[in-house]
């Protein structure tokens, strides 16, 4: 069994390595015990996020419901052959992660099988569902059993998540409006996207990355340096999407070239040398 749970966590690793680099520097960047775990968690989240962003020729809604089904199966009975969820089953019953957050993700998920325009109240819910029940996910990793410890960073930790999400959703919305219709942001008219809009959106990612910083600063040492990084790379984007018009980013997709993600993790890694994070 040991070789498999091995493999397991290498076809995980392999799949944050290959679907994002930026994630996976920063996952490199954890202590090493970390790593496999959360690991696991990106490769379950982003297998769910293919079928609902990718699959447009087959049977979406089935694919995920089956995904789902197999998801809770291999956490009860404690084995899967399917090696991503092998990994991530592993990683719930070690870290005894709550059953409710796989719930919401996956209520998230279903959600974008049929698009809609969102109010605030669906639009609260998808984000908690698709992005801050991650951050809570690896909360639970980061804190290994410390209950206190993970009640006093649960809204930080889903702060980082939100923000992560809606930065996301700005540098994606060519894509999610044009091709999957997908309108996220409530009251945004697409066909008349102002400044005055972007605007607000960028005032509420920013007043979640503050109060995502003071959660961070407050990371068990293992964790802070690899979310600290992620925590750059994000508020890197969020600047550079700052600066751009609103109609460039109806029209392509803002990117961080890698030689400013290198410079972002060398900075970070003296501020970390200096014991400034």
């Known amino acids: 069994m040991e070789l498999f749970h091995k493999v397991s966590d290498r076809c995980n690793q392999l799949t944050a390595a290959a679907y994002s680099t930026s994630f996976y520097s920063a996952i490199r960047l954890l202590h ?14 982003r297998f769910a996020d293919e079928i609902v962003d990718t699959f447009h020729d087959y049977k979406r809604a089935e694919l995920l419901a089956r995904f789902k089904d197999d998801t809770y199966r291999a956490i009860e009975e404690g084995i899967s052959l399917n090696p991503i969820l092998h990994g991530f089953q592993r990683t719930v019953r070690q870290y005894q992660i709550d059953l409710d957050l ?11 099988i049929d698009p809609q325009q969102h109010d605030c109240a669906s639009y609260e ?7 801050e029940v991650v951050g809570l996910m690896c909360l639970y990793v980061f804190c290994n059993g410390n209950s206190e410890l993970y009640k006093k960073l649960e809204a930080p930790a889903r702060s980082l998540g939100a923000a992560f999400q809606k930065v996301n959703f700005l540098r994606d919305m060519n894509a999610d409006y044009t091709q999957l219709n997908r309108r996220y942001f409530p009251e945004v ?4 996207f102002t400044p005055r809009m972007k605007q607000e959106i960028e005032a ?13 600063l407050r990371l068990p040492v293992k964790a802070r340096f690899g979310v600290y990084v992620a925590y750059k790379y994000y508020n890197s984007l969020f600047s550079k999407i700052r600066k751009t018009k609103p109609a460039i980013i109806l029209t392509r997709r803002i990117r961080i070239p890698n030689y400013r993600k290198a410079l972002i993790v060398m900075r970070a890694g003296v501020k970390n040398r200096l014991n400034l994070i």
């Open 102 to 112: 796989v719930a919401a993700f996956f209520r998230s998920m279903e959600a974008d």
């Open 32 to 45: 090493p015990d970390l790593r496999p775990a959360i690991c696991n968690i990106y490769g379950f989240v």
């Open 189 to 192: 008219d697409f066909n008349n």
């Open 204 to 216: 509420d990612i920013a007043h979640d990355l503050q109060l995502a910083y003071v959660g961070i």
């Open 125 to 131: 819910q998808y984000i908690y569902g698709s992005a």
